[in-house]
């Protein structure tokens, strides 16, 4: 009899009746000639399938082996130690592909860092990796539902550009059509132009950086989810960072309770308000701590000193929770960065720190002054030529407006207790590696 088919996920309404269900055989066990257990995965779950002596002796029951895809078909029964509490008994099934019995030598637990990597293909099929790129796609669903719940619009950005925004030393350049042309660094720029057009908007782009070091943290191609307000103050801008971070985080703890836990048991939703620490505060921290920027001759952090990544964590870490970190001293960010009314050597940037794994944004008021913008890419060196739709926004109705970037793949570290940053995307770049 023809059973309707169903994915893994809906089948605890289903219980008690006869379906069938394609998948992957996740783990495969047998009991002597009169029983086996298989467990199947098709993507949305795990179904427990037990398979009596009828079934053990099809034709084809000796080429199922993990990974190998099948059709189960039989009766849904509930069992509360069975994954999602139902399992199959099955009375019909069929092989669809084979799997090659090499496979345990691709990818097991003992395989070093790299050869995970190089059967990345092969490894996301397992429990974590695939929770892991689950979680992620809920996550950006949440993030672009928080977006969309307030009326920002959505737009895409192009990846092949003529400017840079973070600094030359991390470009990728190309050669378009016999044009130099870099990947880009951030879409910062172009939302900034879009903001007369469509108001509140924010993007979901890869951003490309040469990054010249192997961290825990830094990938050469990440998912940078960007936004740009018009017509807000810095306060508004803190004040919407720490609600999306706070609105996501509790959507995501509410939802997939269970599923988080399982990689990150210690999560807990972040304590509101976030700590707000100056630039100057942070490197008062860093002093009292004893941090040093040359431990060899105990070299203190001084105003004017970037803070590297190693500081950071450690600052945040003994803290212990979010933190706002403000005020950035012009001198050492991008050439777009509003300066402080009360202070023009700082800017009104900011930070967002998470324990485990420091900086997950970075975001602004923009200089929105047409003079002097100008004035800064004079102080960069950068020539303004190439930017002169970016200086346009400026020309024709400028107003205050702010924006900033988050890491994706950041963020996931640091809710789903990632300890490096390849494991929070689906096949990393980094220096040194562009496959799979
Ligand atoms: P970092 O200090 O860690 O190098 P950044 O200050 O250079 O980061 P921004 O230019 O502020 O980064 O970009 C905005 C956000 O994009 C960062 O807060 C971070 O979450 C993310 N990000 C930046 N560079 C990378 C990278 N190489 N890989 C992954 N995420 C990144
Ligand atoms: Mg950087
Ligand atoms: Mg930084
Ligand atoms: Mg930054």
Known sequence: TPAPAFKIHTLQLHATQRVSVFGWV?????????????????GTGFLQCVLG???????????ISREASVRMVGTLRLEARAPGGVELAVDYWELIGTSAPDLETKANADSLPDQLLNNRHIVIRGETSSSVLRMRSRMLFELRKFFFERHFEEVTCPTIVQTQCEGGSTLFPLTYYGEPAYLTQSSQLYLETVIPALGDVFTVMPSYRAEKSLT???????????????FISFENLLQTLEDMICTVVERMLT?????IHLLNPEIALP?????????????????????????????PYTYGDDIPEKPERFMVDTIGRPIFMTRFPLAIKAFYMKK????????????????????????????????????QYQANGIPPEKYYWYIDQR?????????????VERLICWLLKQEHIRTACLYPRYMGRATP
């Open 26 to 42: 996740h783990q495969f066990r047998q009991q002597g000639a009169k029983l086996a257990f298989v467990v199947l995965r098709d």
């Open 53 to 63: 002596a009828p079934m053990i002796q099809s034709v084809d029951f000796p080429k």
């Open 216 to 230: 825990r943290r830094h990938l050469a191609e990440y998912t940078h989810f960007e936004a740009e307000m018009p």
């Open 255 to 259: 939802q997939y309770h269970d599923e």
């Open 271 to 299: 304590p509101r308000p976030f700590l707000r620490m100056t630039y100057a505060d942070a490197i008062r921290w860093l002093q009292e701590h004893e941090v040093w920027k040359e431990p060899e001759t105990k070299t």
């Open 340 to 375: 402080c009314p009360d202070n023009p050597i700082e800017t009104e940037s900011v930070d967002v720190l998470m324990p485990g794994i420091g900086e997950i944004v970075g975001g602004s008021m923009r200089n929105h002054d047409l003079e002097d913008l100008i004035r």
């Open 395 to 407: 020309k024709y109705g400028t107003c205050p407006h702010g924006g900033f970037g988050l890491g």
